[in-house]
């Protein structure tokens, strides 16, 4: 038993998707949950600086006596996910193994596509951690720059939104997948409009769930699942303005967030 906090962070509120499986699947835990505001977005900018960001976050959250942190971030986690595990002592996961660990048991046609942002597609981590799971396994990469802004103004549907989609999918249905790994936290939001693109012999990794079930997997394989009579209380931390939380956040999360902390990352 350990009733510590799950500890969770993403430049802004798209790792809010990734909360909302760990609730669904863990719903007594209690989350911790920061968002980078002051600094978002992290897909357009170099990986040693996200890199750096992260390490700032994951010293903090530490510092908050987590039981266990996720980089619910695919730009963060491509930065230095394994450079944060080999020097720290709290459990560290991100959100791009267990999408690319799910594609490999899931493609019989050994051809899977990932959509993510500029900076997790030029890491090209999917592909290596793929590669050293399965080597007869190819994987096919697309940018998508332009859809973390329509999610983000609540654009979810209708037409622009969708040739958007159509446009970034088509070369990836075009190299045969089978597999589609959904390489950012915010696109969840959209994984309807995506399946109606890519059709039923396309299979969609949602790497916010299959994220949840690694934490559900860990915090059950070392005894450290909470048990407590008192509800559990969750908390959301904002380096910046905490707009975001109030504006969208409850789309991403499934229920209104009412209360956020700003917080200064620095501060002893």
């Known amino acids: ?52 960001f992260m390490f700032e976050i994951v010293n903090f959250l530490r510092k908050q006596d987590v039981k266990l942190i996720v980089i619910a971030c695919n730009t963060a986690t491509a930065a230095g996910l394994q450079d944060a595990q080999e020097i720290n002592n709290v459990p560290i996961i991100g959100v791009i193994e267990p999408g690319a660990r799910a594609a490999c048991l899931s493609t019989r046609a050994k051809k899977v596509g990932v959509i993510a942002t500029k900076a997790t597609t030029k890491s090209d981590a999917y592909r290596r951690i793929i590669s050293t799971m399965d080597g007869q396994t190819e994987v096919f990469t697309r940018a998508c720059p332009t859809l973390v802004n329509f999610i983000e103004r609540g654009e979810l549907e209708g037409g622009r939104i969708k040739e958007e989609v159509r446009s970034y999918l088509g070369p990836l249905i075009e190299e045969g997948i089978d597999v589609l790994i959904l390489g950012c936290t915010h696109y ?81």
């Open 188 to 268: 969840p939001l959209i994984e309807g409009l995506i399946k109606k693109i890519v059709g039923e012999d396309i299979q969609i990794i949602n790497s916010a769930r299959v994220t949840a079930q690694e934490v559900k997997r860990i915090l059950t394989a070392e005894v450290q699942l909470r048990h407590s009579d008192r509800p559990p209380r969750h908390r959301f931390l904002a380096t910046g303005s905490g707009r975001l939380f109030f504006e969208i956040g409850g789309w991403f999360l499934g229920q209104e967030i009412e209360e956020t902390e700003t917080i200064d990352l620095h501060s002893p």
């Open 1 to 52: 038993m350990d009733n510590r906090p799950i500890g969770v962070f993403d430049s802004g509120v798209g790792g809010l998707t990734v909360v909302k499986e760990i609730i669904h699947l863990l719903p007594h835990e209690e989350i911790l949950y920061l968002g980078d505001t002051a600094r978002v977005p992290y897909g357009p900018r170099e990986l040693d600086q996200v890199r750096g």
